[in-house]
């Protein structure tokens, strides 16, 4: 009879043993999955930098967009860009008012350097947005809250869409007809036929 009894009292000893360390496997487990999930999203300090590279660059677009038209007395595709960089400019410092980030305030007109001529306008503004899409692509790789990351998808979007009017107006050759083509995220333009602007003899964009 004592030998069961104290088979019994070990059996409970050895079950509460193992119920123990099982319960803080689960909670060790639990708690290590969690801060697996936090450290997987990036920090603030990395959110800031971001940020920052990200609505300098959009200040400087809108600046040399700006004086790329009062130079060369042109309208499109740069007016509509000028009106977007707004918009971009807006939704980037609805982040910064979040995460509470000091808005970078320069002389972002005299930071300008203009083209020689139109054409070369025209480069450098494809080159830009091709470097603007690099950009959101190598930040999109992290792992962002939510807010950013859809922000910056919808700059990335508005960059592809930029990046095909500066080649549709390259392509344009003076009948009104620009080459259609697809962009980077799938945008299409709208067909083949392009609208001229007779009086100003260019492609509206």
């Not at 038209?69 to 740069?78: A, L, N, Q």
């Not at 054409?119 to 690099?134: H, L, R, S, T, V």
């Not at 980077?184 to 333009?189: E, I």
Request: net charge negative; aromatic share 6%; hydrophobic share 40%.
């Amino acid at each position: 009879m004592r030998r069961n009894i104290k088979k019994m009292a070990g059996s409970i000893l050895v079950a509460g043993v193992l119920a123990t360390g099982l319960a803080t496997g689960v909670n060790t487990y639990a708690a290590a999955s969690i801060e697996s999930n936090a450290a997987a999203v990036v920090d603030n300090t990395v959110i800031q930098n971001m940020l920052l590279t990200a609505i300098e660059d959009e200040y400087l677009a809108k600046a040399q967009y700006q004086a790329i038209m009062d130079k060369f007395d042109v309208t499109r595709p740069f007016s509509n860009h000028v009106k977007a960089e707004e918009v971009h400019i807006n939704l980037l410092t609805a982040l910064f008012e979040e995460y509470g980030i000091e808005l970078p305030v320069k002389d972002w007109d005299n930071m300008v350097v203009l083209p020689d001529s139109l054409e070369a306008a025209y480069e450098a503004g494809e080159k830009a947005e091709e470097d603007n899409i690099e950009m959101y692509e190598s930040f999109l790789k992290e792992t962002l809250p939510d807010n950013v990351k859809e922000v910056f998808e919808e700059l990335i979007s508005a960059s592809d869409r930029h990046l095909q009017a500066y080649q549709r107006q390259g392509d344009c050759d003076g009948t009104g007809l620009g080459k259609s083509g697809l962009g980077r995220y799938g945008s299409s333009n709208r067909g083949r036929q392009g609208n001229r602007n007779n009086q100003q003899g260019e492609c509206i964009l």
